[in-house]
C-alpha cells in the first residue's frame, strides 16, 4: 500500500529545505486553505524560497469550519502537497510536478481560537493573505467577543489586528501589509471599510483605528490563473507512478498573473517579478480587474449552472458542447464586451486567449466548483454587464438573461436529509452546495408548502425581489422578468 505524502516522501534535498522551512519565521498568514490560494500565491512562495529569494514561512488557517477536513489533510501530509502545471504556454507542451512545502504553522481558528491571535504577536510578520471567495469579504453584523471566533473573515482579521497592535502598543512599524485575493471589487479598499466598520461598531480605541488606518496597507489585488484542483481521472496512475498517494493533489494551468496595485518598492519585502513570476505592481488596476471579472470570471459564472443543467461537467465540455460553446463565445464577444469601457479590440484578443485556456484538454476544471457561491457571483460578475449594456443599447443582453434563468432553474431543488437536490433538463440528479440560508429560500420557492400554488411568474417574481440575494429589486429593471420567464419556458420545453 502507497504511503501518503509527507515529509518522509521528500527527496534529500527537499527534506533539507523542508526542515529550513519549518525553522524559518512567519512571515505571512494566509487565511484561506483552499485550491486556489495553494495552487498560486504558495506556489509563488515556493519559487521564492527554491531561489533563496525568500527567507520566510506561512501560517495558514481556514475561514470557514468547513474548511477544517482540509486542514486536518494537510497536518496528515506535514504541510506538504503536490501541484501539477501543465498545459501550452508561448506555444509550447508544459508539464511540471512540484511538492510545495511552505506552512510552518497550522491552526483551526474554531478549534484554537487563541492560537491563531498568537500569530498576531509574532514580530517578523509581514503580510496576511486571503481568498474567502466574494461571498466571504463581506460586513457582517456581530457582537464583540474575544473569546470566541468571529464568524466572518473580516471580523476575525480586526481581531488579529487588535491583538498585534496591543502586543506591540501601537507600533507604528508593526503594521502589516493585507492581500485580499477575492474577486471584489477594490478589494483591499473593501477589507479596510469593513475592519474599520467593525472597530468602531466594538466601540475599540479611536488610536487603534488610527493604527489600522495609517500604519496597515490594504493593498487592491487582481489574481488571474486557473487552478483546478484534483484531478480525479488521473490522479491514481500517478500515484502509481509517484509511490505514494496525496489526498490535496491539485492541479493548474501555465498562465498565471497578479496585479497588485503598490509601489514596485515592495518587491523588495515579496520579491515576487525576482523570481521570475508574471506579477505587477501598477498605479491602478481598475481595467485588468474589470477586464478579468466581467470576461474570464464572467464567462465562467455565464456557463456554469446552464453547462450542469445540460449534462456536461467540465469547462471544457462546455467549450466543446456545439450550442453551448457558442452561447458563450457569442454572449461575451456580443454582450459583455460591448459593456465595458476599454479598448474592444484588446478585449476580443483577451477573450480568444481566455478561450484557448477553457479549452485546455489538461484541465478538468469542474462545473460544480464554479458554481458555488453562485448567486452572488452572478451579482459581482454579470450583472453590472446587463445594466450596463441595458442602459447602452436600451435592450436586454438576452444571452446574460438567458444565464441568470438558468441560474433559477439550477437552484429548484428540493431536500433530502440534509442535502439540497436538483435534477437536470435530461432528468439527472445533482447535488447543490451552497450558503444554507440561500439553498433555503430556493427550496421554499420551489417546495414550501406556502407557495405550492403559486404561479411562475410569482415564483421568478419573488426570487428577482429578492434585494439581499441581488443588491436590489430586479423585478424593477424594465422586460427582465417576462423575459426571463420566456427562458424559463424554453428550458422546461427541452426537458420534454
Not at 74 to 90: A, H, P, S, W
Not at 177 to 186: F, G, M, S, T
Not at 316 to 341: A, D, N
Request: proline share 5%.
Amino acid at each position: 500500500m502507497k504511503p501518503i505524502l509527507g515529509k518522509e516522501c521528500l527527496t534529500d534535498t527537499e527534506r533539507r529545505a523542508y526542515e529550513q522551512m519549518k525553522k524559518s519565521p512567519v512571515k505571512v498568514l494566509q487565511i484561506g486553505e483552499g485550491n486556489f490560494l495553494r495552487g498560486f500565491f504558495d506556489w509563488m512562495i515556493h519559487s521564492c524560497r527554491k531561489q533563496g529569494l525568500f527567507s520566510g514561512s506561512i501560517a495558514v488557517i481556514q475561514p470557514r469550519p468547513s474548511g477544517r477536513h482540509k486542514l486536518e489533510q494537510l497536518c496528515r501530509q506535514d504541510g506538504i502537497y503536490t501541484l501539477v502545471i501543465r498545459g501550452m504556454e508561448k506555444g509550447e507542451w508544459v508539464e511540471q510536478r512540484e511538492r510545495i512545502a511552505v506552512f510552518s504553522t497550522l491552526v483551526d481558528p474554531y478549534e484554537d481560537w487563541p492560537g491563531f491571535l498568537a500569530i498576531a504577536e509574532k514580530p517578523e510578520l509581514e503580510w496576511v493573505v486571503s481568498n474567502t471567495t466574494e461571498a466571504g469579504l463581506v460586513y457582517q453584523r456581530m457582537e464583540w467577543n474575544p473569546e470566541k471566533p468571529a464568524e466572518s473573515f473580516p471580523g476575525k482579521l480586526t481581531h488579529f489586528l487588535y491583538r498585534r497592535y496591543l502586543h506591540f502598543a501601537g507600533d507604528p512599524g508593526k503594521g502589516l501589509i493585507l492581500l485580499p485575493c477575492e474577486l471584489v471589487d477594490r478589494n483591499g479598499d473593501e477589507l479596510k471599510a469593513c475592519v474599520l466598520r467593525h472597530a468602531r461598531d466594538w466601540g475599540l480605541p479611536g488610536a487603534f483605528l488610527q493604527w489600522v488606518d495609517c500604519h496597515n496597507r490594504f493593498l487592491n489585488s487582481l489574481v488571474d490563473r486557473i487552478v483546478t484542483g484534483y484531478p480525479h481521472t488521473e490522479a491514481e496512475r500517478w500515484f502509481d507512478e509517484w509511490g505514494y498517494r496525496d489526498e490535496l493533489l491539485n492541479t493548474a494551468e501555465p498562465y498565471h498573473f497578479w496585479a497588485i496595485e503598490g509601489e514596485p518598492e515592495l518587491e523588495c519585502r515579496l520579491p515576487l517579478r525576482q523570481a521570475g513570476l508574471n506579477v505587477e505592481w501598477v498605479a491602478d488596476l481598475r481595467s485588468f480587474q474589470l477586464r478579468k471579472v466581467r470576461i474570464l470570471n464572467g464567462a465562467h459564472t455565464l456557463m456554469a449552472p446552464l453547462g450542469l443543467l445540460y449534462g456536461c461537467s467540465l469547462v471544457r465540455e462546455v467549450m466543446e458542447h456545439p450550442e453551448l460553446s457558442r452561447f458563450v463565445r457569442e454572449t461575451v464577444e456580443t454582450e459583455i464586451i460591448p459593456s465595458l469601457p476599454l479598448d474592444q479590440q484588446k478585449m476580443k484578443k483577451y477573450a480568444k486567449s481566455v478561450f484557448e485556456r477553457f479549452a485546455n484538454p489538461c484541465i478538468e476544471h469542474r462545473l460544480s466548483d464554479i458554481v458555488l457561491n453562485s448567486v452572488s457571483k452572478f451579482r459581482v460578475r454579470l450583472l453590472p454587464s446587463l445594466q450596463s449594456f441595458l442602459a447602452e443599447q436600451g435592450r436586454l443582453p438576452q444571452g446574460i438573461v438567458r444565464a441568470l434563468a438558468g441560474l433559477i432553474r439550477f437552484f429548484q431543488v428540493r431536500k433530502e436529509g440534509e442535502e439540497y437536490i436538483g435534477t437536470n433538463l435530461a432528468g439527472q440528479d445533482y447535488t447543490v452546495r451552497d450558503d444554507w440560508e440561500i439553498l433555503a429560500f430556493f427550496h421554499a420557492q420551489f417546495a414550501g408548502c406556502s407557495v405550492r400554488n403559486i404561479s411562475q411568474k410569482e415564483r421568478v417574481g419573488r426570487i428577482l425581489g429578492n434585494e439581499r440575494l441581488w443588491g436590489g429589486d430586479l423585478t424593477q429593471v424594465d422586460g427582465l422578468p417576462e423575459s426571463v420567464l420566456q427562458h424559463l419556458a424554453r428550458m422546461e420545453r427541452e426537458t420534454t
